[in-house]
Structure formats: structure tokens, C-alpha cells
T-cell receptor, first 116, second 112 residues
Framework: DAMVIQNPRYQVTQFGKPVTLSCSQT?????MYWYQQKSSQAPKLLFH???????NEADTPDNFQSRRPNTSFCFLDIRSPGLGDAAMYLC???????????????FGPGTRLTVL | AQTVTQSQPEMSVQEAETVTLSCTYD???????LFWYKQPPSRQMILVIR??????QNATENRFSVNFQKAAKSFSLKISDSQLGDTAMYFC?????????FGTGTRLQVFP
């Protein structure tokens, strides 16, 4: 089945220790997204890639970076995690559609990050 | 900028009954898409139903249907014959060019 895969599902890191979360997709979608979701809140978009074009949300901290080496993979790097970065991180994909804008997104299961 | 409002933080319903979750939004666009996503506890977010704004007919997917009122900018979700597996967070979302604008969510609890 075509899907969005996130590894690991649970990640524990120490305060200030860099961490990388990964996402892969078999849907061949050209748009990939990273969201941060804190408990009982809506997902908050961090950034997205349209093919190789990187689009950062204005309020995404510099502490968060992303890489997309190819269509299938996308990585979220947190350079110096703080306690406030503990959250679920969701990866999603969508395919480009012609007008009207259409943005059904397919989500991965998420990676729950704990910062000690 | 588009905004999405879900005014019901929590709802509950008895199994087999019907429940309606509310959503309103604000936009100046004419063509757009609206979505309801479901996020069960500790499980991934999945699409429940979508509505194209240029279609007048309300979308239906089995037990799930929407009441789309374009002029009022309202997009409610009706769940008929509620099942225990419907227990989840439900997010209303507006499709904006290259991203989704989510509401704050409604936590639905289905009781036996």
C-alpha cells in the first residue's frame, strides 16, 4: 500500500542534543510537509517542500531545519532541542493539482519527541 | 488570511446516535476545498470527507456527511449511527493554495 512512513515513532533526546526525524513516502507526491503538534492542539505547519523548493513558515524557529534529498525522503533536524520542543511531529504529503487549489494531505503516524 | 473556527472543544454522543460538529471559516476566495480530518488517540490523522466549494451538493461518505453553507461560511460534519471507533479528535481544515489551515479541533467521545 502506498503510504507515508515516519521513523522513529518515538524519539528521546537530551536538552540541546541535535536530533533528526525522518519521513518517507511511496505516494510519489511532490509536496511534503512537517507539522508540530502539541497535546490536544491543532497541527502547526513548520515548513514544506514543493519538489526541491523549500517554504518556511514565518514563525518557525531557526532551530528547526529540513532537508529533502529526493522525492521520497524528507528530514526534520532540530539543532538544539529545548523542553518546549517536546511534541508530536507529523509528516504529510500532497500532490500538485491544477486550479482550483486542492490540498488533500496524507499523514504519517508521527514521531513523538521527548526532551529530557 | 483564512481562518477556521471550531467552537466545540469537546462533544459526546451515545453509540448509534447522531452528532454534528461545527466549523466556520473566513476567506475571500471563491474556489477552495474544505476537509474534515479524524485523529484517533495515538493513531494517525486520516481524511474523513472533503467538499469542493464550487459544488453545491453536500459531500457524503457512508455515515459521514457535511452541511456546507457557502454564503454563511459554515461547514459542519454529521456523523450518523455513531460507533465506538468514531472516538477521536476531529479537525476542520481549509485548503489554501499549498497548505491546510486547521481549526483547533473537537474531541468526540462515543459512549456505549
Amino acid at each position: 500500500d502506498a503510504m507515508v512512513i515516519q521513523n522513529p515513532r518515538y524519539q528521546v533526546t537530551q536538552f540541546g542534543k541535535p536530533v533528526t526525524l525522518s519521513c518517507s513516502q511511496t505516494l510519489n507526491h511532490n509536496v511534503m510537509y512537517w507539522y508540530q503538534q502539541k497535546s490536544s492542539q491543532a497541527p502547526k505547519l513548520l515548513f514544506h517542500y514543493y519538489d526541491k523548493d523549500f517554504n518556511n513558515e514565518a514563525d518557525t524557529p531557526d532551530n528547526f531545519q529540513s532537508r529533502r534529498p529526493n522525492t521520497s525522503f524528507c528530514f526534520l533536524d532540530i539543532r538544539s532541542p529545548g523542553l518546549g520542543d517536546a511534541a508530536m511531529y507529523l509528516c504529510a504529503t500532497s500532490r500538485e493539482m491544477d486550479s482550483p487549489s486542492y490540498n488533500e494531505q496524507f499523514f504519517g503516524p508521527g514521531t513523538r519527541l521527548t526532551v529530557l | 488570511a483564512q481562518t477556521v473556527t471550531q467552537s466545540q472543544p469537546e462533544m459526546s454522543v451515545q453509540e448509534a446516535e447522531t452528532v454534528t460538529l461545527s466549523c466556520t471559516y473566513d476567506t475571500s476566495e471563491n474556489n477552495y476545498y474544505l476537509f474534515w480530518y479524524k485523529q484517533p488517540p495515538s493513531r494517525q490523522m486520516i481524511l474523513v470527507i472533503r467538499q469542493e466549494a464550487y459544488k453545491q451538493q453536500n459531500a457524503t461518505e457512508n455515515r459521514f456527511s457535511v452541511n456546507f453553507q457557502k454564503a454563511a461560511k459554515s461547514f459542519s460534519l454529521k456523523i450518523s449511527d455513531s460507533q465506538l471507533g468514531d472516538t477521536a479528535m476531529y479537525f476542520c481544515a481549509f485548503g489554501d493554495t499549498d497548505k491546510l489551515i486547521f481549526g483547533t479541533g473537537t474531541r468526540l467521545q462515543v459512549f456505549p
